[in-house]
């Protein structure tokens, strides 16, 4: 029989070193039943516990392999639908905390891309002419569309491929919802940027012209990363001033400019190898969110790798931080104890269409 789930309010709170101890006694009494995946961005306290860890595409792959019954994950929503979808129906996944939302995602809603589609359908033949591009920052709704869609899921480490992949299907792409991303991943194919349009899906036809929309190879939905879109260039022209032998490495989700003048531009995995592969002594100006960051500079201090926040702001993915001590604490306790809170479930009508768009992506990766 299943206990009474214990309320969240008596973790409240509990003092972060007191949930660092309930944590481990929770996970050694549920053993190998459960397994913690934090992304590289989750806070320090919360990211000490994790069993996996990785950027969204790796943590793709570990949710589809791992056997363990319970999947808790320490990242944001639609990660953790993610890790639903790819792993078995009778593993669960719980989010500690519901509000742990992605600002990007939001950005982009299955009505606000039903209607982008019905209006392509006024210049051209969007499902004989279009492939839809998900970048995996979004809700499984629309990872289902592109299932149904001939369309397919991409991460920041494989946006390139996809986009080949894409063009190989259909002349054009519909991507959404980071324009960035699609930005930098389209130019780095040779695509002119007069050949990509902005799609914005408060303005009817997205604001185009129809000749705007059949010069366009890719429309890149009006959408972007709320901590990223603080790194500027202006942040990197000073750093190389004062450090002209300086490297600088961006995430893509990054502007155009920022990523332009960067030395490398890759996902958040390829930023911490990037910089452990380095040399000695080698100082670096990263554009990415600050745990990340932090983390890093910690990690290589050892090897004399100064590494600076390109940010004179804290530019921290807030929603991912409401994954805290107390939010794990309350989710493992209550586990430990027979009662499962916070699950992720994706309804099968989106989860069958998503894994397609989401397996069509892992098969080229
Ligand atoms: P990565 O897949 O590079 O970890 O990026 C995820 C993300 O949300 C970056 O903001
Ligand atoms: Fe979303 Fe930006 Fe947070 Fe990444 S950093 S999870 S894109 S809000």
Redesign the pocket.
């Known amino acids: 029989m299943r206990a009474e789930a214990i309320e969240f309010e008596n973790f409240d709170h509990m003092q972060d070193e007191a949930c660092a101890q309930r944590i481990e006694t929770a996970k050694k009494t549920l053993g190998k039943q459960v397994v913690l995946l934090a992304h590289h ?1 989750q806070r320090a306290d919360v990211y000490r516990h994790a069993d996996l860890t990785g950027d969204s595409l790796k943590l793709a792959y570990q949710a589809a392999q791992t056997d363990a019954d319970y999947l808790v994950f320490c990242g ?1 929503h639609f990660m953790a639908e993610v890790a639903d979808i790819l792993s078995s129906d009778e593993q669960t996944v719980i989010l500690p905390d519901m509000a742990a939302g ?4 939001d950005m982009a809603s299955l009505t606000k891309v039903e209607r982008a589609w019905r209006e392509l359908a006024e210049v051209l033949s969007p499902d004989e002419t279009v492939t839809p591009v998900t970048y995996i ?1 979004s809700a499984a709704d629309l990872k289902a569309f592109c299932g149904e869609h001939g369309g397919i899921v991409c991460t920041s480490s494989n946006a390139g491929k996809i986009l080949e992949w894409s063009f190989q299907q259909r002349e054009k792409v519909l991507f959404f919802p980071d324009q960035h991303l699609g930005r930098w991943s389209g130019y780095q194919l040779g695509i002119p940027l007069d050949e990509m349009a902005v799609w914005d899906f408060d303005e009817p036809m997205g604001g185009l012209t129809p000749e705007q929309i059949k010069r366009a190879k890719i429309l890149l939905w009006k959408g972007h ?4 879109q603080m790194f500027q260039p202006q942040h990197i022209l000073r750093f190389r001033n004062q450090h002209p032998d300086g490297i600088v490495i961006s995430h893509p ?1 990054c502007s155009f400019e920022v990523c332009s003048a960067s030395d490398y531009v890759g996902s958040t995995e390829y930023i911490i190898k990037t910089i452990a592969a380095a040399e000695e002594g080698t100082r670096w100006l990263v554009g990415t ?1 600050l745990n990340l960051v932090s983390r890093i500079a910690e990690e290589f201090k050892s090897q004399n790798k100064i590494v600076q926040f390109m940010s004179p702001l804290v530019c921290m ?1 807030s ?2 931080a409401r994954i805290d001590p107390q939010h794990l604490t309350w989710a493992l306790e209550n586990l430990a104890n027979g009662t499962v809170v916070n699950r992720i479930q994706v309804p099968q009508t989106d989860a069958g269409l998503a894994k397609l768009a989401l397996e069509r992506m892992l098969s080229i990766s």
């Open positions: 961005y944001v992605c600002s990007m995602a920052n990363c709320s901590v990223h989700e969110e993915c929603t991912m």
